[in-house]
């Protein structure tokens, strides 16, 4: 555990984008997500509100299997990233831009 506790230091003091589940189910005043890295970060914020959201995250504490921070942006909605939802807008657009 000290060697992952270790290489997870490497995210200290960096800002991520942050994919929000939900409310932290151990405290409701912060919510909870996970990096494109798979590793669980919680935050302030209201998870239920937030649900389903890209927000960048500062990570000022780091674990071994999880990370603490704080939102600096919300970015938006999952499905307005670009490839993030099968078919819709982006999909339509990138098919009209081949096509011409």
């Known amino acids: 555990m000290e060697v992952a506790t270790e290489r997870a230091q490497r995210f200290r003091g960096r800002t991520l984008e942050v994919l929000v589940e939900g409310p932290n189910p151990k405290n409701p005043r912060q919510a909870f997500g ?5 590793k669980l970060v919680y935050f302030g914020g209201d998870g239920k509100e937030l649900h389903g959201q890209l927000v960048m995250v500062r990570l000022d504490e ?4 999880s990370m603490f921070g704080e939102v600096v942006e919300v970015v938006g909605n999952r499905a307005a990233m670009p490839g993030a ?3 819709g807008p982006v999909l339509a657009e990138a098919r009209e831009a081949v096509a011409v």
Do not use: D, P, Q, Y
């Open 34 to 38: 996970r990096l494109r890295h798979n």
């Open 62 to 65: 780091c674990n071994a299997f």
């Open 85 to 87: 939802a099968v078919g």
